[in-house]
């Protein structure tokens, strides 16, 4: 297989804020990859400086052979974007926003309206082609921004967080629409902060925290690094609770590692079941409730933690 | 090519998205044309000024003067008494009032001048008019008379009247025969305005099409610049660079949709100066269409320049709107450039909107040819050439 | 009414925060003022009130005889020497030409033989033809052109005067015998040279102005400075307006309705906002041009009753501007609209008086008519009695649109739509 996307050392700097500090990964032809981190990590510096709208600080990407850097007309003919925030004309309607992108991307006549409609289909907007554009709800919004992506059929399309705010309707059309993109032999480099999007959709998923990748690989390739380890979640009743037990545990042999986030305690054993009796009794011993357990295999929010000591969604 | 079509297609949707955006293109500079240009006069309604006149005095030369002043073709006569012309004076209701005092008659001549009362209200350019066409109308009455008195003092040097009655006759001769010479004398006056072998006739309401079509196309030229602050609040401008569109096409396309719609609203408003307003515009079309073209692409470059200035929507459009109605002010556009201090005049040297204004006038004041705008065209289209390249260079997308 | 006080200082916060607002509401008003002052002459260094002067003038003396000198004499006259700048030239051609690079306001070409179709014609039986000066005008400058024009008519009508004078005196002398025929040139010469030298205009205006005995001297800015002022005001209580629906728009007006904030106190303060914004801007337009141009506005007490109802009245156009748009932005549009067309109906660009009568009527509609009128009043030295009549039509208009607004805003619901 060949490569579509090749980032070498990326770097963006915004004065003194480092926002990117040397990210390499590359893109399989025909995979999903995603780029997993928290808010402000550097997923959109990233993805704006392969879609040619900064200039990196220093290294560069080749994508589909260009570089981002030299050719960005080039590679702009390769790429689709779908913007994380809405790109489009509200005044227009859904056919006109798209006849308008269409052209902007090189395509006309016949093949553009051949090509809008079917668009409308997969977007599934084909009855509302001719209203305007702010008359529609959040999600068909969306789905007309994703449609501009689609247009001239690239090779690689890129989505950054399409899925924020939406309700879980939108959602799962949006994340099945991406498969099936896929399964037509588009390549997608999709960024999230959520797991699970991730873990669905993608075959390899690069984490990123604070401008570096901290991780890289398929997803059993990934949660090995946190070995057969297991997630066990408990839910107390207050703040204080979580954090008393947290303390309490932290003398517990065979725990590896424990963090808390509100109203729960999160440990990384290697036995969940047998963590869990002990963990009991040391709420017992300081009067803390445990309201509800939870046990996890390992996943990439594991990996996170495991990596960074911190929960993806802080 | 196609692609700046496209932008420009575009924009134009957006523009005329909201309807209220026709007050602007079309309703609102007609309205000002109409009536800065004095409105319609239709025959049948008298447009003159109207004059308040007191006659205290009865005689007949205070008749002679109130018939003169009646067929002058500035003011209408409204004779009332004192206290009547008075309060409506003070209240605002007439712009000047003309008093003829008791004893406003030939016989007093002798002791001196006659003297009129003319009050104006202040600051009011009908007030003035009504001055100038009492003093003419006072200048001819008075004109038979003082050669009468004359002719009466070159008798009485050469031999003294008999009585005062025969004084008064010969000065009827005299007064008689003056009236009589003054009316047959010849126009020794020809105003000429232009040197077209077909004559312009000169209409103040020119100086308001012209002006008027200037101002409301200037502004949203202007406001191009509102369409970059827009473009970027959306994301779209962001998005257009994920594109395989380059930034000077983008900015091209944009000025190409503006200018056509300024094209579009120029023709209407030229349209209207010639079918309602029964101007001459239409005697050199190419002449105009290079003047229009190279107006509208110059306003189009200097609003391109000002939208890598502004941040937001609401600041173009308060600039535009302030610099488009200054610019139209110190152009020329609203008042004739004649009445600004001459450092001034030579100042608006620098603003698109005085050159335009000039060429406009050259063309339908003048009558002027191709050869009669080439300055103004080529300044406006030098205009138009820095702002752009300044627009280009300065252009970030966010 | 604490509540109304908070939410209204709020919006007058935020009002003068929005450099985009300020643009319009303040630098607007002054910077227009300034060129409306310069056009009337008010800058005009040395102070000629006319704004006229210096009028560039070509002169073309191809008569060569005594009224085609003294015609030109007229021009380079030192009487007219600062309202004209007169040159000379030989060339007819020439001299249009530089009217129509439009280097002069006027050309005065006196063509040969002007002298001689008056003066011969005075002695002999039939007149010769007339021979007329051209005045070749230019049409962009019609205000400098018509002075020209008047300077010339004026000349002609005195050389009339002496022909006419010495004809009719000749005339009259052989009819009544005095003289004999053959005396009659000698005399006509004599006679028309005496009169054409004395020439005072028979009936003297004496001009008033203002009804007061003594009006202070009117000045133009005093016109100018209210115009604007009023007319940018439309700009501030129709933004004022947009406010009201961009917070219902962002959610920050449902969010003040939830609150323990009753729906008359919400709406009473941003009406307050807006009022207050209104007379915020006034009050420092005047301050600013009264320091700036040392513009005096009047009796200080009745300037400031006049300020509160003329705003009190054009915030009750914002309102209805507010209640009949759909969103933010209609306002803005409809606003501006609004503003534009008061400007003109209500005299801010020409005075009112220059318009045709139907334009009158329908100005009263306007608060800015009846405010420019009543700040005309005052700087013409009139007290608050005065201007009564204004300050109570405005305060009606207020009140009549308070209500329409209200009725539309309470048909409509204010959150819902």
Same mark, same amino acid.
């Given at each position: 297989m060949t490569a579509i996307l090749e980032a070498r050392n990326l770097v963006k700097h915004y004065g003194d804020v480092k926002a990117v500090q040397g990210i390499s990964f590359h893109i399989e032809d025909g995979e999903i990859f995603s780029l997993l981190g928290p808010n402000g990590a550097g997923k959109s510096t990233t993805i704006s400086m392969l879609s040619t709208l900064y200039a990196p600080t220093s290294g560069d990407a080749l994508v589909g052979g260009h570089s981002i850097t030299r050719q960005p007309m080039q590679v702009r003919a390769v790429i689709g974007v779908v913007p994380q925030d809405l790109a489009l004309y509200e005044d227009l309607t859904a056919h006109e926003n798209l006849n308008f992108w269409g052209q902007m991307y090189g395509m006309s006549g016949q093949s553009l309206r051949r090509r809008i409609a079917e668009v409308l289909d997969q977007i599934g907007l084909a009855d509302k082609a001719t209203k305007a554009v702010k008359t529609f709800s959040g999600g068909m919004k969306r789905r007309v921004n994703i449609g501009v992506g689609l247009l001239h059929k690239p090779r690689l399309l890129f989505m950054d967080e399409p899925t924020v705010g939406i309700d879980p309707q939108s959602r799962r059309a949006i994340l099945d629409m991406v498969k099936d993109l896929n399964r037509q032999g588009m390549s997608v480099l999709y960024t999230t902060h959520y797991m699970e999007e991730a873990a669905e959709l993608s075959n390899r998923v690069g984490i990123i925290d604070h401008g570096r990748m901290i991780a890289l690989g398929t997803q059993p390739e990934l949660t090995q690094q946190v070995g057969q380890d297991e997630t066990l979640r408990l839910h107390v009743a207050a703040e204080a609770d979580a954090a008393a037990l947290a303390d309490a545990l932290r003398a517990v042999p065979g725990i590896k590692q424990i963090s808390t986030t509100d109203h729960e305690v999160v440990l990384i054993v290697p036995e969940a079941e047998e963590a869990l009796a002990s963990a009991v009794g040391h709420a017992n011993a300081i009067g803390v409730k445990i309201r509800s357990v939870d046990i996890q295999e390992p996943n990439l929010e594991a990996v996170f933690l495991h990596l960074t000591g911190r929960a993806l969604r802080d | 090519m196609r692609k700046i079509l496209a932008i420009a297609w575009k924009d134009g949707l957006i523009r005329f998205a909201s309807r209220s955006e026709l007050l602007f293109f079309i309703i609102l500079p007609l309205v000002f044309t109409f009536i800065l240009g004095g409105g319609f006069n239709p025959g049948d309604v008298d447009a003159r000024i109207r004059l308040l006149v007191v006659d205290e005095a009865g005689t007949p030369l205070a008749a002679e003067l109130r018939t003169a002043l009646e067929r002058s073709d500035a003011v209408r006569v409204d004779l009332l008494p004192r206290a009547e012309a008075e309060a409506q004076f003070d209240d605002r209701n007439a712009a000047a009032l003309l008093i003829i005092p008791a004893g406003f008659d030939t016989a007093a001549l002798t002791t001196g001048a006659l003297e009129l009362e003319l009050r104006q209200q202040p600051n009011n350019l009908n007030a003035q008019a009504a001055e100038r066409a009492v003093l003419a109308v006072a200048g001819r009455v008075g004109q038979s008379l003082a050669v009468a008195e004359a002719s009466v003092a070159e008798a009485e040097r050469r031999q003294p009247f008999a009585s005062a009655g025969a004084r008064a006759d010969y000065f009827d001769a005299a007064r008689q025969?003056?009236?009589?010479?003054?009316?047959?004398?010849?126009?020794?006056?020809? $105003?000429?305005?232009?040197?077209?072998?077909?004559?312009?006739?000169?209409?103040?309401?020119?100086?308001?099409?012209?002006?008027?079509?200037?101002?409301? $196309?200037?502004?949203?030229?202007? *406001?191009?610049? *509102?369409?970059?602050?827009?473009?970027?609040?959306?994301?779209?401008?962001?998005?257009?660079?994920?594109?395989?569109?380059?930034?000077?096409?983008?900015?091209?396309?944009?000025?190409?949709?503006? $200018?056509?719609?300024?094209? $579009?609203q120029m023709t209407l408003l030229i349209g209207f100066g010639t079918w309602v307003m029964g101007l001459s515009w239409g005697r050199e079309p190419v002449a105009l269409a290079v003047l229009l073209v190279a107006f509208a692409l110059a306003a189009a470059a200097l609003g391109t320049t000002l939208g890598t200035f502004v941040k937001t929507e609401g600041q173009a459009s308060g600039l535009s709107m302030l610099l488009g109605m200054a610019m139209a002010l110190l152009g020329g556009c609203w008042y004739p450039i004649e009445l600004f201090p001459e450092a001034v005049r030579t100042a608006t040297k620098v603003l698109p909107t005085a050159w335009a204004m000039q060429g406009l006038l050259d063309l339908v004041l003048r009558g002027q040819a191709v050869s009669g705008i080439l300055l103004e065209a080529g300044v406006l289209a030098g205009f138009a050439v820095v702002f752009f390249t300044l627009g280009v260079w300065r252009f970030r997308y966010e | 009414m604490l509540k109304i006080l908070i939410i209204g200082f709020k919006d007058v916060t935020l009002a003068f925060r929005d450099r985009a607002a300020l643009l319009l509401m303040l630098a607007a008003p002054l910077v227009l003022t300034i060129g409306l002052g310069l056009v009337t002459g008010r800058f005009a260094v040395g102070g000629s009130a006319g704004g006229i002067s210096a009028i560039p003038v070509v002169v073309v003396d191809q008569d060569g005889g005594q009224l085609g000198q003294a015609l030109v004499d007229t021009f380079t006259s030192s009487d007219l020497d600062e309202l004209l700048e007169t040159t000379t030239s030989a060339d007819p051609a020439a001299a249009r030409q530089r009217v129509d690079d439009d280097q002069v306001a006027a050309a005065v070409i006196i063509p040969a033989g002007f002298t001689d179709s008056i003066l011969s014609g005075a002695e002999a039986s039939a007149p010769a033809a007339t021979v007329q000066v051209? /005045?070749?005008?230019?049409?962009? @400058?019609?205000? =400098?052109?018509?002075?020209?024009?008047?300077?010339?008519?004026?000349?002609?009508?005195?050389?009339?005067? %002496?022909?006419? %004078?010495?004809?009719? =005196?000749?005339?009259? /002398? /052989?009819? =009544?015998? /005095?003289?004999?025929?053959?005396?009659?040139?000698?005399? %006509? @010469?004599?006679?028309g040279q005496r009169q054409a030298a004395a020439s005072a205009p028979v009936i003297q205006l004496r001009r008033a102005t203002g009804t007061a005995a003594p009006a202070p001297a009117f000045d133009a800015l005093a016109y100018i400075a209210p115009g604007m002022a009023l007319m940018f005001l439309m700009y501030t209580v129709s933004n004022g307006g947009r406010t009201l629906l961009a917070e219902r728009a962002q959610g920050t007006l449902p969010r003040l309705l939830v609150s323990p904030t009753a729906t008359a106190q919400v709406l009473g303060g941003k009406v307050f906002g807006i009022y207050l914004t209104g007379v915020a801007q006034m009050a420092i337009l005047i301050g600013g041009s009264a320091v700036m141009f040392n513009l005096r506005w009047g009796d200080p007490l009745a300037v400031g009753a006049l300020v509160l109802a003329a705003v009190a009245g054009a915030t009750g156009w914002g309102l209805l501007i507010t209640a009949v748009a759909k969103s933010p932005s209609q306002v803005a549009s409809l606003g501006s609209a609004v503003m534009l067309t008061f400007g003109i109906l209500g005299g801010s660009f020409i005075s009112l008086s220059n318009l045709p009568g139907w334009v009158q009527v329908i100005s009263r509609i306007t608060p800015n008519a009846w405010g420019l009128e009543a700040f005309t009043t005052l700087a013409l030295g009139g007290r608050l009695a005065d201007i009564a009549v204004p300050i109570g039509a405005l305060l009606a208009m207020a009140v009549v649109l308070f209500g329409a607004a209200a009725a539309l805003f309470n048909r409509q619901g204010l959150v819902q739509r």
């Amino acid at each position: 297989m060949t490569a579509i996307l090749e980032a070498r050392n990326l770097v963006k700097h915004y004065g003194d804020v480092k926002a990117v500090q040397g990210i390499s990964f590359h893109i399989e032809d025909g995979e999903i990859f995603s780029l997993l981190g928290p808010n402000g990590a550097g997923k959109s510096t990233t993805i704006s400086m392969l879609s040619t709208l900064y200039a990196p600080t220093s290294g560069d990407a080749l994508v589909g052979g260009h570089s981002i850097t030299r050719q960005p007309m080039q590679v702009r003919a390769v790429i689709g974007v779908v913007p994380q925030d809405l790109a489009l004309y509200e005044d227009l309607t859904a056919h006109e926003n798209l006849n308008f992108w269409g052209q902007m991307y090189g395509m006309s006549g016949q093949s553009l309206r051949r090509r809008i409609a079917e668009v409308l289909d997969q977007i599934g907007l084909a009855d509302k082609a001719t209203k305007a554009v702010k008359t529609f709800s959040g999600g068909m919004k969306r789905r007309v921004n994703i449609g501009v992506g689609l247009l001239h059929k690239p090779r690689l399309l890129f989505m950054d967080e399409p899925t924020v705010g939406i309700d879980p309707q939108s959602r799962r059309a949006i994340l099945d629409m991406v498969k099936d993109l896929n399964r037509q032999g588009m390549s997608v480099l999709y960024t999230t902060h959520y797991m699970e999007e991730a873990a669905e959709l993608s075959n390899r998923v690069g984490i990123i925290d604070h401008g570096r990748m901290i991780a890289l690989g398929t997803q059993p390739e990934l949660t090995q690094q946190v070995g057969q380890d297991e997630t066990l979640r408990l839910h107390v009743a207050a703040e204080a609770d979580a954090a008393a037990l947290a303390d309490a545990l932290r003398a517990v042999p065979g725990i590896k590692q424990i963090s808390t986030t509100d109203h729960e305690v999160v440990l990384i054993v290697p036995e969940a079941e047998e963590a869990l009796a002990s963990a009991v009794g040391h709420a017992n011993a300081i009067g803390v409730k445990i309201r509800s357990v939870d046990i996890q295999e390992p996943n990439l929010e594991a990996v996170f933690l495991h990596l960074t000591g911190r929960a993806l969604r802080d | 090519m196609r692609k700046i079509l496209a932008i420009a297609w575009k924009d134009g949707l957006i523009r005329f998205a909201s309807r209220s955006e026709l007050l602007f293109f079309i309703i609102l500079p007609l309205v000002f044309t109409f009536i800065l240009g004095g409105g319609f006069n239709p025959g049948d309604v008298d447009a003159r000024i109207r004059l308040l006149v007191v006659d205290e005095a009865g005689t007949p030369l205070a008749a002679e003067l109130r018939t003169a002043l009646e067929r002058s073709d500035a003011v209408r006569v409204d004779l009332l008494p004192r206290a009547e012309a008075e309060a409506q004076f003070d209240d605002r209701n007439a712009a000047a009032l003309l008093i003829i005092p008791a004893g406003f008659d030939t016989a007093a001549l002798t002791t001196g001048a006659l003297e009129l009362e003319l009050r104006q209200q202040p600051n009011n350019l009908n007030a003035q008019a009504a001055e100038r066409a009492v003093l003419a109308v006072a200048g001819r009455v008075g004109q038979s008379l003082a050669v009468a008195e004359a002719s009466v003092a070159e008798a009485e040097r050469r031999q003294p009247f008999a009585s005062a009655g025969a004084r008064a006759d010969y000065f009827d001769a005299a007064r008689q025969q003056a009236a009589t010479l003054f009316a047959e004398a010849p126009d020794r006056l020809a $105003v000429r305005r232009a040197l077209t072998a077909d004559p312009v006739d000169y209409d103040p309401a020119a100086n308001s099409s012209a002006g008027q079509l200037i101002t409301w $196309v200037f502004i949203p030229l202007l *406001g191009l610049s *509102g369409l970059y602050a827009f473009e970027r609040q959306q994301g779209t401008l962001r998005r257009l660079l994920t594109t395989p569109t380059e930034k000077a096409t983008f900015l091209l396309g944009s000025i190409t949709g503006q $200018v056509a719609v300024a094209l $579009v609203q120029m023709t209407l408003l030229i349209g209207f100066g010639t079918w309602v307003m029964g101007l001459s515009w239409g005697r050199e079309p190419v002449a105009l269409a290079v003047l229009l073209v190279a107006f509208a692409l110059a306003a189009a470059a200097l609003g391109t320049t000002l939208g890598t200035f502004v941040k937001t929507e609401g600041q173009a459009s308060g600039l535009s709107m302030l610099l488009g109605m200054a610019m139209a002010l110190l152009g020329g556009c609203w008042y004739p450039i004649e009445l600004f201090p001459e450092a001034v005049r030579t100042a608006t040297k620098v603003l698109p909107t005085a050159w335009a204004m000039q060429g406009l006038l050259d063309l339908v004041l003048r009558g002027q040819a191709v050869s009669g705008i080439l300055l103004e065209a080529g300044v406006l289209a030098g205009f138009a050439v820095v702002f752009f390249t300044l627009g280009v260079w300065r252009f970030r997308y966010e | 009414m604490l509540k109304i006080l908070i939410i209204g200082f709020k919006d007058v916060t935020l009002a003068f925060r929005d450099r985009a607002a300020l643009l319009l509401m303040l630098a607007a008003p002054l910077v227009l003022t300034i060129g409306l002052g310069l056009v009337t002459g008010r800058f005009a260094v040395g102070g000629s009130a006319g704004g006229i002067s210096a009028i560039p003038v070509v002169v073309v003396d191809q008569d060569g005889g005594q009224l085609g000198q003294a015609l030109v004499d007229t021009f380079t006259s030192s009487d007219l020497d600062e309202l004209l700048e007169t040159t000379t030239s030989a060339d007819p051609a020439a001299a249009r030409q530089r009217v129509d690079d439009d280097q002069v306001a006027a050309a005065v070409i006196i063509p040969a033989g002007f002298t001689d179709s008056i003066l011969s014609g005075a002695e002999a039986s039939a007149p010769a033809a007339t021979v007329q000066v051209e /005045l070749y005008a230019n049409p962009t @400058r019609p205000t =400098s052109a018509g002075v020209v024009q008047a300077v010339v008519d004026e000349f002609l009508s005195r050389v009339e005067i %002496g022909r006419v %004078g010495g004809q009719v =005196s000749v005339t009259q /002398l /052989l009819t =009544s015998g /005095l003289i004999q025929p053959q005396e009659a040139a000698a005399a %006509g @010469r004599e006679i028309g040279q005496r009169q054409a030298a004395a020439s005072a205009p028979v009936i003297q205006l004496r001009r008033a102005t203002g009804t007061a005995a003594p009006a202070p001297a009117f000045d133009a800015l005093a016109y100018i400075a209210p115009g604007m002022a009023l007319m940018f005001l439309m700009y501030t209580v129709s933004n004022g307006g947009r406010t009201l629906l961009a917070e219902r728009a962002q959610g920050t007006l449902p969010r003040l309705l939830v609150s323990p904030t009753a729906t008359a106190q919400v709406l009473g303060g941003k009406v307050f906002g807006i009022y207050l914004t209104g007379v915020a801007q006034m009050a420092i337009l005047i301050g600013g041009s009264a320091v700036m141009f040392n513009l005096r506005w009047g009796d200080p007490l009745a300037v400031g009753a006049l300020v509160l109802a003329a705003v009190a009245g054009a915030t009750g156009w914002g309102l209805l501007i507010t209640a009949v748009a759909k969103s933010p932005s209609q306002v803005a549009s409809l606003g501006s609209a609004v503003m534009l067309t008061f400007g003109i109906l209500g005299g801010s660009f020409i005075s009112l008086s220059n318009l045709p009568g139907w334009v009158q009527v329908i100005s009263r509609i306007t608060p800015n008519a009846w405010g420019l009128e009543a700040f005309t009043t005052l700087a013409l030295g009139g007290r608050l009695a005065d201007i009564a009549v204004p300050i109570g039509a405005l305060l009606a208009m207020a009140v009549v649109l308070f209500g329409a607004a209200a009725a539309l805003f309470n048909r409509q619901g204010l959150v819902q739509r």
